[in-house]
C-alpha cells in the first residue's frame, strides 16, 4: 500500500504511471471524476493488496446507516461490513418500541442477501430530535417500562431477523449510572438466551471520574463486563457548534482507547471512526456559529474548486484547509486516507476488536479499501 500526496503539477496520468497503475483504477478508488482534478495535498490510496499476506488479522467492520440511505450507497459498502447497524429505534415512557420514520425492511432484507449481520440501535430520542435523559431516567427506575421495553425488542428483533441490539444512550445523568448498567445487564442476559448479542455506544472518556454529562452516566468498566462489545465513539471533537478543529484528533483518539483498555477486554472494543468534515465560517462566535456537514470527497472538490492547498496537521493526524467565499474565511478539517490509516493502525497496536464507521451515509471508497489492506473482514 502506498499513499500519495498529490503536488504542484502533477496529473492522476503521471501518478499512475508512476506505480504501474491504470488510471481508470486510480479514478475509481480516490472516486476522481474526469478530467481528474485534484488539490495540491490531497491524499491518493494506491493500494498494493496481497491477499496472501498473513500478517492482516481479521477484524469486525461494523456501518452506521440511517434507512433514507439511497441503494447504491448501501449496495457500495456492505460487501466491506460485518455488521450494519440500523438507526434507530426510540421508545416511549411506557416501554413501547417506536419504529424508524422510514421502513428498514429493505436495509434488513440487502444485509441477508450480502451476509452481514443487522443488528437493531436503541435510542433515547425525544420529539424533538435529541437525546433525552428524562425518558431514559424514566426507563431505567421503572421496572415495569424497562420489562416491557426488553421484551418488546425481543420480539422485534426475532420478527425481523435482527441479530442484535446496539445500545446507544447518551446524557445520562450521574445518578442513574448504575440503573442503566442494570438495564444493558439485564437486556444482555435476555439477547443471548435468544442467540442474539448486545452492544453499547460509549462517549470518549480519558478518566473514570471525567466530568461532564456525557460522561457520568457511562460507567466503562460496568458496561464493558455485561456488554458482548463496545463502540468508542471517538469523534465529534470538532462539532457542529464548536470551534473549527479536527472531527477525530488521533492524539485525542489515543487517549480514549488507552483508557478504555484500563477498563475493557481488548476483544471487546471498537473503535469508532467518522466518516464526515465540517467546514465552518469564521471567525467562530460561540452561541452563534455553526458549522455544516460535509463528505470527506465533497471537502476535497471544496479544495479544487477554490484553488486552495490541503495541509495536514501531523499531531491531530487530520487535513484541514481555508478558504475564501463572499468575503469570509472558511476552514474545512475532514477525514482522507492518512488519517484513517492513523485510526487502523490503533486498532493494530492494541488489538482491538475492530471498528464501526458513523456514519455510511456517504460513500468514501478509499476508505474501505484502505481497510482491506489493513485487515481481513
Not at 446496539?166 to 437486556?187: H, K, Q
Not at 472494543?269 to 464526515?276: F, T
Not at 469570509?328 to 477525514?335: D, G, S
Amino acid at each position: 500500500m502506498a499513499i500519495y500526496v498529490v503536488r504542484a503539477g502533477d496529473t492522476l496520468e503521471a501518478i499512475a504511471s508512476e506505480f504501474n497503475r491504470e488510471v481508470s483504477e486510480l479514478s475509481e478508488i480516490n472516486q476522481i471524476p474526469y478530467p481528474y482534478r485534484m488539490a495540491v495535498g490531497q491524499a491518493l490510496l494506491i493500494p498494493e493488496r496481497n491477499e496472501n499476506d498473513v500478517s492482516r488479522r481479521s477484524v469486525q467492520s461494523g456501518g452506521y446507516a440511517y434507512p433514507f440511505i439511497s441503494n447504491w450507497v448501501l449496495d457500495q459498502t456492505l460487501p466491506y461490513l460485518t455488521k450494519l447497524f440500523i438507526f434507530s429505534y426510540g421508545f416511549t415512557t411506557e416501554g413501547e418500541l417506536i419504529p424508524p420514520a422510514r421502513s428498514e425492511d429493505f436495509m434488513l432484507e440487502k444485509a441477508g442477501q450480502t451476509g452481514v449481520l443487522p443488528i437493531l440501535v436503541l435510542t433515547p430520542l425525544g420529539a424533538d430530535g435529541r437525546f433525552s435523559n428524562i425518558l431514559i431516567q424514566r426507563m431505567v427506575n421503572d421496572s415495569t417500562v424497562k420489562e416491557n421495553l426488553i421484551n418488546h425488542l425481543l420480539e422485534v428483533v426475532q420478527e425481523k431477523g435482527y441479530a442484535g441490539v446496539d445500545v446507544d444512550f447518551e446524557y445520562i445523568l450521574a445518578e442513574d449510572r448504575d440503573l442503566f448498567t442494570s438495564f444493558v445487564a439485564e437486556l444482555s442476559e435476555a439477547m443471548r438466551e435468544i442467540g442474539k448479542t448486545v452492544s453499547v455506544a460509549l462517549a470518549p472518556k480519558t478518566s473514570a471520574d471525567q466530568q461532564g454529562l456525557l460522561y457520568q452516566g457511562k460507567d466503562y468498566g460496568g458496561l464493558g463486563a455485561v456488554a458482548d462489545e463496545v463502540l468508542l465513539m471517538t469523534y465529534e471533537w470538532g462539532y457542529t457548534y464548536g470551534p473549527a478543529m479536527a472531527v477525530a484528533p488521533l492524539n485525542k483518539v489515543r487517549q480514549v482507547v488507552e483508557y478504555a483498555l484500563t477498563e475493557i477486554p481488548a476483544e471487546k472494543i471498537n473503535l469508532g471512526i467518522a466518516n464526515y468534515g465540517y467546514d465552518w465560517t469564521l471567525p467562530y462566535v460561540k452561541g452563534e456559529s455553526k458549522a455544516v456537514t460535509i463528505g470527506n470527497v465533497e471537502a476535497v472538490q471544496i479544495a479544487i474548486e477554490n484553488g486552495v492547498e490541503i495541509q495536514f496537521d501531523k499531531v491531530v493526524r487530520s487535513p484541514f484547509f481555508q478558504y475564501e467565499k463572499e468575503g469570509r474565511t472558511h476552514e474545512v478539517w475532514f477525514e482522507d486516507v492518512r488519517s484513517l490509516q492513523g485510526k487502523y493502525d490503533l486498532i493494530k497496536e492494541f488489538g482491538l476488536r475492530g471498528f464501526g464507521v458513523w456514519q455510511i451515509m456517504r460513500f468514501f471508497r478509499a476508505e474501505w479499501e484502505l481497510m482491506l489492506e489493513n485487515f481481513t473482514i
